[in-house]
Antibody, heavy 122, light 111 residues
Framework: EVQLVQSGAEVKKPGESLKISCKGSGYSFTSYWIGWVRQMPGKGLEWMGIIYPGDSDTRYSPSFQGQVTISADKSISTAYLQWSSLKASDTAMYYC???????????????WGQGTLVTVSS | QSVLTQPPSVSAAPGQKVTISCSGSSSNIGNNYVSWYQQLPGTAPKLLIYDNNKRPSGIPDRFSGSKSGTSATLGITGLQTGDEADYYCGTWDSSLSAGQVFGGGTKLTVL
């Protein structure tokens, strides 16, 4: 079974750093892209960026470029999303999802991880 | 403001049919495949439809997708109470700020 398992919920203070993870199993981790999607409380889905673990090729949404860093360690089939200095407005649920890209275009996201809730509060 | 426009809510009775629209432009829906996702309360989104009208294995044929020009539609027949969820369309946007875009989501209520 193809599965993405994310790290647990986090509670952080503004200004702190954070790295959350997404571990893939049941498929060749280096043959698919992994995307990250934000969902703020009560709101819709926002694409943040995507990485190809095979060669670490990474693309960011213009809205998130410079705000977060996406990385991957193919030796342990794990992708990461990290912040260097959190803000209260980063409070949200974050999902990773497997994807395919054809001619530079994301086709779809399937499956999705269970989500990691990040709460940033003083 | 989402790049793709969906109605905030739709409702129908059990057993009935409902459609959810997703409106975009030539830089997104008009020239790229559309996917649809179902998000049940408190859970992660799940892929329902990809490549405009294809269903992943395990998705019942009560769910269907179509695309015409710069709009796409998700159809659900034989509504069940378990279909109550938020539904999102998604596609690639090839404009200057290229990337994956989603609709704002539609809350389906099965009365």
């Amino acid at each position: 079974e193809v599965q993405l398992v994310q790290s647990g919920a986090e509670v952080k203070k503004p200004g702190e750093s954070l790295k959350i993870s997404c571990k893939g199993s049941g498929y060749s981790f280096t043959s698919y892209w992994i995307g990250w999607v934000r969902q703020m409380p009560g709101k819709g889905l926002e694409w943040m960026g995507i990485i190809y673990p095979g060669d670490s090729d990474t693309r960011y949404s213009p809205s998130f470029q410079g705000q977060v860093t996406i990385s991957a360690d193919k030796s342990i089939s794990t992708a990461y999303l990290q912040w260097s200095s959190l803000k209260a407005s980063d409070t949200a649920m974050y999902y990773c999802a497997r994807s395919s890209m054809v001619r530079g275009v994301i086709i779809s996201f399937d499956p999705w991880g269970q989500g990691t809730l990040v709460t940033v509060s003083s | 403001q989402s790049v793709l426009t969906q109605p905030p809510s739709v409702s129908a009775a059990p057993g009935q049919k409902v459609t959810i629209s997703c409106s975009g432009s030539s830089s997104n829906i008009g020239n790229n495949y559309v996917s649809w996702y179902q998000q049940l309360p408190g859970t992660a989104p799940k892929l329902l439809i990809y490549d405009n009208n294809k269903r992943p294995s395990g998705i019942p044929d009560r769910f269907s997708g179509s695309k015409s020009g710069t709009s796409a539609t998700l159809g659900i027949t034989g509504l069940q109470t378990g279909d109550e969820a938020d539904y999102y369309c998604g596609t690639w946007d090839s404009s200057l700020s290229a990337g994956q875009v989603f609709g704002g989501g539609t809350k389906l209520t099965v009365l």
